[in-house]
């Protein structure tokens, strides 16, 4: 008997030139709904590891290049496991011109990683079972879901509109494998599975969702399948063990003993329930799910999810006797977002619509399938039911539209997003702190000490929030109070480079020097690549009169961070003192070229080029200087004697 899934085949349902049609259909669809994202100036969670502070990302070229693909088991600038082509990528943005103050660049990376993730996935659900239509659908609606804007809006989430665009390319030489039975395919699609592990390794378990491709809808599964995949498990392996290694030395990787089997089980019933329901009903979305309170069976939601899902289970379970494509399609999704499911902990929260990214794709897979059979059972005299269809698809892919453009407008900005996120998880500590932090910036120092405090009254032991509030505190001018929080981020955690270098630029504003110098080297001890600590303690060793100290402290700052503007300027300071004047006038011209309207920079070289008796070029240096700021007296003196000298010298 001919199987359904050849019976498709042969009904291919349309050609290629419909098909390219669809996608500039889709293409245009989906950038349209995702379009606001391209304004958006929000920063959120991760965002200062992975490009506010990120040095490397931020001086593109091969040594930052090299860094990120050769720091496999610790990497230095982004705590977590090992994501080489993500941090590139956001690197290329930055040389393409995207700043912190313009993130169009980045934005607009992501949008078009998504829209071409839409095309392909519709490419690959056409090539899995040969019906355009149903395919195109499948496209649209991954492509304009609003459970998509975590992963597009979100710049740290770069790592997931990259690891599935590589990961689609994957399926789809596997599907051409299959289907033309050609080697090259095949090692086209391991050389994409591992460019998408170097982008994100959560979508480690491809090899499995291969297997269950072969048990459906290609009906394949047998001994010499399982051993053509032996190296893409063998990849999956390495890339398992890395993955954990870099996680657990840089950030968190809570093992599945240290969660217990009970939290892992209540954990798997809540998500699977909870993301088939957002799927289903992306309402009230948020970006920060936490954990329900409490997390046992005495909540009503947790019993709820968990009678739900052994239901479901078991509806599967039925199904299967009649047809396979819902439970592959389910497990196809369950394996593709296990790595996120919590059995080993990587961050806080219970779930997060960014992990629905990919996985979606097994349960598209399913609807598109049996969209596919009535597509071709309408055909046959019924045309009105392709029409009734269509309708129904477009009527759905226009309610996520405009979901997703109404979930956008709170994508303004980091207040707005946090603002968001607040509404629904209102006693969420680093919420409370990540807004502070935002309005901290804004200059709106007293409602940050609001938010930092409710922050500390929700998590009393956070290190990182003592050390914000007495940043706020001390720009209020609250030195007593900014002092005791930092001291009480180095209780909580004594290796914490952020609140000794704090502490530091507090005790050497007032003046204790030496204070200052012992708090900037125990900074360093923690984090020798601090730049800031090195330019600071600088600065530091500069005022108690140890020159020599300080340009070396310089010089490091600059060998990590070579277009540092405020080193190579102290620098220069403290060359000139030494009478290095020539190297110190080259720091100075690095400034300048950086800073073409830095007049005290201009007076600076004009001064030390007077000292080397070069009149003229010293003259136009002052000249400069008065051109920028008119009033600037001290260029004007200067130049008055230049030029008062050089007349009389020419008498």
Not at 101 to 123: E, P, W, Y
Not at 398 to 412: D, G, K, Q, V
Request: hydrophobic residues 50%; neutral net charge; contains cysteine.
């Amino acid at each position: 008997m001919q199987s359904v899934g050849k019976q498709i085949e042969q009904d291919s349902g349309g050609d290629t030139t419909v098909l390219a049609a669809l996608l500039i259909v889709i293409a245009g669809v989906v950038l349209a709904a995702h379009w606001p994202a391209l304004s958006s100036q929000a920063f959120l969670f991760d965002d200062d590891q992975y490009l506010i502070e990120n040095s490397l990302v931020q001086n593109p070229g091969w040594d930052s290049a090299k860094r990120f693909l050769t720091e496999v088991l610790e990497p230095s600038t982004v705590r977590g496991y090992y994501q080489p082509l993500t941090m590139i990528s956001l690197m290329l943005d930055w040389a393409m011109g995207g700043r912190l103050d313009n993130l169009r660049v980045f934005r607009q990376t992501s949008i078009l990683l998504h829209v071409a993730n839409s095309l392909l996935l519709a490419t690959f659900l056409y090539l899995l079972f040969r019906h355009i239509w149903p395919a195109a659908m499948g496209g649209i609606l991954f492509g304009v879901h609003p459970m998509t804007i975590e992963a597009v809006a979100w710049i740290s989430e770069r790592k997931t509109v990259l690891a599935t665009f590589f990961a689609l390319w994957c399926l789809i030489f596997y599907v051409l494998y299959v289907r033309k039975v050609r080697w090259q395919c095949l090692a086209i699609s391991a050389a994409a599975y591992i460019l998408a592990l170097l982008s994100k390794p959560t979508v480690i378990a491809m090899p499995v969702l291969f297997v269950l491709l072969d048990i459906w809808p290609f009906r394949r599964l047998g001994k010499r399948t399982v051993i053509e995949k032996a190296p893409f498990f063998a990849v999956g392996a390495a890339a398992a063990i890395v993955t954990y290694v870099s996680q657990s030395r840089t950030s968190l990787a809570k093992l599945p003993a240290e969660s217990g089997l009970v939290r892992i089980v209540l954990t798997f019933c809540h998500n699977i329930i909870f993301y088939l329901h957002n799927l289903v009903w992306p309402v009230d979305l948020s970006w920060y799910y936490p954990f329900p309170e409490p997390f046992d069976l005495s909540n009503r939601w947790v019993l709820f999810t968990v009678v739900g899902t052994c239901l479901f289970l078991a509806a599967l379970a039925v199904s299967a006797w009649w047809t396979r494509g819902p439970a592959v399609g389910w497990l196809f999704f369950f394996f593709a977002i296990l790595p996120t499911m919590g059995v080993i902990g990587f961050h806080p929260v219970i779930a997060a619509d960014r992990h629905m990214y990919f996985p979606m794709v097994g349960l598209l897979m399913a609807v598109t399938y049996y969209g596919g059979l009535l597509w071709r059972k309408a055909g046959a005299g019924k045309k009105w039911e392709r029409l009734f269809l269509l309708v129904a698809v477009t009527i759905l892919a226009a309610s996520e539209f405009i979901m997703t453009r109404r979930y956008l407008r709170h994508w303004r900005d980091s207040e707005r997003v946090y603002e968001y996120m607040l509404e629904y998880s209102p006693n969420v500590a680093i919420l409370h702190n990540n807004l502070a932090n935002f309005l901290g910036d804004k200059g709106r120092l007293e409602e940050a000490v609001s938010h930092f405090k409710r922050s500390l009254e929700l998590k009393e032991g956070s290190a990182e929030v003592h050390n914000n509030l007495g940043n706020v505190l001390w720009e209020l001018g609250r030195d007593t109070e900014a002092l005791r929080h930092y001291r009480a981020a180095l209780k909580l955690k004594p290796r914490f480079a952020p609140a000794h270098y704090n502490l530091a630029g507090l005790l050497a504003e007032t003046g204790r020097l030496d204070a200052a110098a012992s708090q900037y080297r125990k900074a360093l001890e923690v984090e020798d690549d601090y730049v800031e600590a090195w330019t600071a303690l600088g600065w530091v060793l500069a005022q108690k009169g140890e020159p020599a100290e300080a340009v070396k402290c310089y010089e490091r700052a600059i060998e990590l961070r070579p277009g540092y503007i405020l080193a190579h300027g102290r620098l220069a300071l403290v060359l000139a003192g030494l009478n290095r004047v020539e190297d110190a006038i080259k720091h100075c011209r690095i400034v300048l070229k950086a800073r073409p309207n830095d007049f005290e920079m201009y007076f600076n070289v004009g001064y030390l080029l007077e000292v080397q008796g070069k009149t003229d070029e010293a003259i136009e240096h002052y000249r400069r200087a008065i051109a920028i700021k008119d009033d600037y007296a001290q260029a004007k003196q200067r130049l008055e004697a230049l030029e008062s000298s050089k007349i009389d010298a020419e008498k």
